[in-house]
């Protein structure tokens, strides 16, 4: 798929069957706000930072910025694209990417 594909915002009825393929995201938000979203828990702030620097250079390799919420003891991650006025392909990939960053190493 080509970036401009990633990039077109998606329909309703793609957005439920993207959401439906990732664990623990959901909708939050409405009209030009609307966006995908996942709460993630951590022991203790040193391990949110770092996590949220991981998140950060993923996506500063995919050129696509996330909105993230930080607290002592969790981190919000929310993905939509401003400039396609809608959550896309690329959102999802990035929401897979930030997954597997939680995934146990095999």
């Known amino acids: 798929m080509n970036g ?7 329909g309703p ?3 439920v069957t993207q959401l439906a393929q990732l664990q623990g995201w959901t909708l939050q938000g409405d009209g030009p706000e609307l966006s ?5 828990e951590f ?3 040193h391990e949110v930072m770092a996590f949220a620097n991981a998140v950060a250079w993923i996506a500063h390799q995919r050129d696509h910025h996330p909105e ?3 607290s002592y003891r969790h981190c919000t991650v929310a993905w939509r694209t401003h400039d396609a006025g809608g959550i896309t392909r690329t959102d999802f990939d990035c929401a ?3 997954d597997a960053l939680r995934e146990p190493a095999a």
Do not use: C, E, G, M
């Not at 401009?4 to 998606?10: F, K, P, T």
């Open 36 to 40: 995908i979203a996942k709460r993630y």
């Open 43 to 45: 022991a203790n702030f």
């Open 4 to 10: 401009n594909a990633a990039r077109r915002a998606l």
């Open 13 to 15: 009825t793609d957005i």
């Open 68 to 70: 993230l919420l930080l």
């Open 96 to 98: 897979a990417q930030v």
